[in-house]
């Protein structure tokens, strides 16, 4: 019962919110926690940009398959998409 006692008697005159846990850690514990904050909004950033780009890719590659299929002269499709500026990571390079 004396086990049961004392934690009763410390409970009660603690901070167990989230902002009372962080401002009565350790300094080492702060700097961990706030590297864990920053990591986290850094690889939600990435995942965001991640999705809008394969989003974005998508969308202009259903777009090409569309003029493919209509039934275009290839000739007239590849002028077409040739004067447009590219949207992958390959250089845009001319014909031979």
Not at 5 to 18: E, Q, T
Not at 40 to 51: M, N
Not at 83 to 88: I, K, L, M, V, Y
């Amino acid at each position: 019962m004396e086990a049961m006692d004392a934690v009763g008697a410390v409970a009660p005159h603690a901070d167990l919110s989230i902002w009372g846990l962080f401002w009565a850690a350790d300094l080492v514990v702060k700097a961990v926690m706030l590297g864990l904050l920053g990591a986290s909004i850094w690889c939600w950033a990435i995942i965001v940009d991640k999705t809008i780009t394969y989003r974005r890719t998508q969308a202009e590659m259903n777009r090409f398959e569309r003029v493919f299929w209509s039934g275009q002269s290839l000739e007239e499709l590849y002028q077409q998409q040739s004067e447009r500026a590219t949207g992958g990571w390959a250089p845009s390079s001319s014909p031979p």
